[in-house]
């Protein structure tokens, strides 16, 4: 079949199933089966119908792009992604960015990332400060497999175990964190492809943002927040004696990430 044809005919029934973005997500379909980049599909003329098919029908039942791939990129990585753990998005590497900036000058720097889900956040910051001592901790044991999974692929070394927030009751210098943030009420009204398909457990949560800065003994600590909550979670913070806060917005503009230091 022809390319273009191709991309037209599953952009047509992406949109008629009311994905956002069905052109790209046509043409992530279409490299994944032609081995390419997606910028480089339309250099191909042919393509084989017959593979595509299966991948087109589970994005028509709102599957998450990602999982569908079967790998999304975070930062320098590209992560294998499954129902697990959540897909690793864009906002959360604004999480990762902030803290890579606070413990770049510290030569060995012990970092626990709580709910480390695919393992994204602590996997990226030990590829980019590689001295960093990092574990991650998740009470969900699938995706503690799934980010041992990744872990092994990538060869990044960083220890994965089994526990909540208690974690961060230990001596770190950093605490980092994406934790559940989305209220309960909230749960149906999400897109299919969060609510249909990704661990709730994982999204849904309140309060897991002031439990872990109570637990926390570090000198840094950087946390994901949800929309409109940043101010809240940093008077919160101010409140349990943090420091230097600051608030970062995501890509988007959305104030996302809220960091604080001890002392």
Same mark, same amino acid.
């Not at 029934?13 to 910028?39: K, M, N, Q």
């Not at 995501?250 to 001890?262: F, H, I, M, N, S």
């Given at each position: ?32 089966? =032609? ?5 480089? %599909? ?13 991948? *087109? ?9 990602? #999982? ?26 604004? @999480? ?5 900036? =606070? ?7 012990? @970092? ?5 889900? /695919? ?20 009470? /969900? ?16 070394? %960083? ?5 909540? @927030? ?8 950093? *605490?980092?964190?994406?934790?559940? #943030? ?6 149906? /009204? =999400? ?56 608030? /970062? ?7 996302? %990430? ?6």
């Amino acid at each position: 079949m022809k390319t273009t044809d191709a991309l037209a005919n599953v952009e047509r029934r992406l949109a008629a199933a009311g994905v956002d973005t069905p052109r790209v997500d046509a043409e992530w379909l279409a490299a994944a089966v =032609l081995g390419v980049s997606r910028t480089d %599909v339309q250099m191909h003329e042919e393509i084989d119908a017959a593979a595509l098919e299966p991948l *087109v029908r589970r994005r028509e039942q709102r599957e998450p792009l990602a #999982y569908v791939l079967g790998e999304w990129g975070f930062r320098r990585l590209t992560l294998k992604t499954d129902r697990r753990a959540l897909v690793p998005r864009p906002e959360t590497e604004v @999480v990762a960015e902030r803290a890579l900036a =606070l413990i770049r000058d510290l030569d060995a720097p012990r @970092v626990l990332d709580v709910g480390t889900g /695919s393992g994204a956040i602590a996997l990226a910051i030990k590829d980019e400060h590689p001295n960093a001592r990092v574990t991650g901790v998740d009470t /969900s044991r699938e995706a503690l497999a799934l980010a041992h999974e990744n872990a092994q692929r990538l060869g990044i070394d %960083v220890e994965l175990r089994e526990a909540d @927030v208690e974690a961060a009751g230990e001596d770190w210098e950093l *605490v980092v964190s994406n934790p559940p #943030y989305v209220h309960a009420g909230e749960w149906d /009204s =999400l897109q299919p492809e969060i609510h249909e398909w990704e661990p709730r457990d994982a999204l849904v949560g309140e309060g897991v943002h002031a439990r872990i800065a109570r637990a926390a003994k570090t000198r840094f600590l950087v946390l994901e927040v949800g929309d409109d909550q940043a101010h809240h979670v940093a008077a919160a913070l101010a409140e349990l004696g943090y420091r230097r806060i600051r608030i /970062s917005r995501d890509l988007t503009g959305r104030e996302r %990430v809220v960091e604080a230091a001890r002392a």
